[in-house]
């Protein structure tokens, strides 16, 4: 199998992390849908990545259907849970990490009306608010706990590791750390993780 994307997209990474931590080898293909010849936009229509390409072809996006399509080619060890109630647990993380990254994906590219000052002077308080909200949200459910859902790490886990490491590093001004003292350890020990630090994309 192949996944195709860049380093610096984050919901790369979140693919990237969670494959390591299933222990499935990835081939991983440098590719930028805006780069000269890229594969990405021949196959995937909406021009996104990541891009899984199976070992038969078959061609596999977002990032939220390619974790679920690995989680099910290997399901051990289980990274979402198979019971519906802790499924759909695991996948709100998700969901509410996706957002965070979304909004600083926003602030940090520029994104909204760009053209209208009135409109952009309320759009990244909107944007910054979201955040904020998130993480406190994940700061509250982690506190007395190791891990978001269960007794080992999961989808939720690497999903919010992944969504705090990119606040750290695009919105340096928000003050992650000092804002949200509860969860300086629970970001350390994921980033430490191997599945993370081998896909940090400051480390080249």
């Given at each position: ?20 931590e299933k222990g499935i080898a990835l081939d ?177």
């Open positions: 199998m192949k996944l195709l994307g860049s380093s610096g997209s984050p919901f790369v990474r979140k693919v990237r992390a969670f494959a390591m991983y293909v440098l590719d930028r849908p805006s780069g000269p010849g890229s594969q990405i936009a021949e196959l995937n229509p909406l021009s996104k990545m990541p891009v899984l390409v199976l070992d038969d072809g078959e061609v596999v996006y977002d990032s939220v259907v390619i974790v679920e399509c690995l989680e099910g080619l290997k399901p051990q060890p289980a990274l979402i849970p198979a019971d519906f109630r802790g499924r759909i647990a695991v996948r709100r993380w998700e969901a509410l990490a996706d957002g965070i990254t979304e909004a600083t994906v926003n602030l940090s590219h520029g994104y909204g009306p760009m053209d209208d000052a009135e409109k952009r002077a309320a759009w990244n308080p909107r944007q910054e608010a979201k955040i904020e909200r998130a993480l406190a949200t994940v700061q509250r459910a982690i506190t007395g706990r190791d891990w978001l859902h269960g007794t080992s790490i999961t989808l939720a886990d690497v999903a919010v590791g992944y969504a705090m490491a990119y606040v750290e590093a695009k919105l340096p001004a928000f003050e992650r750390k000092q804002r949200f003292p509860g969860l300086v350890s629970y970001a350390g020990r994921l980033l430490a993780r191997p599945s993370f630090v081998k896909t940090d994309p400051s480390a080249g």
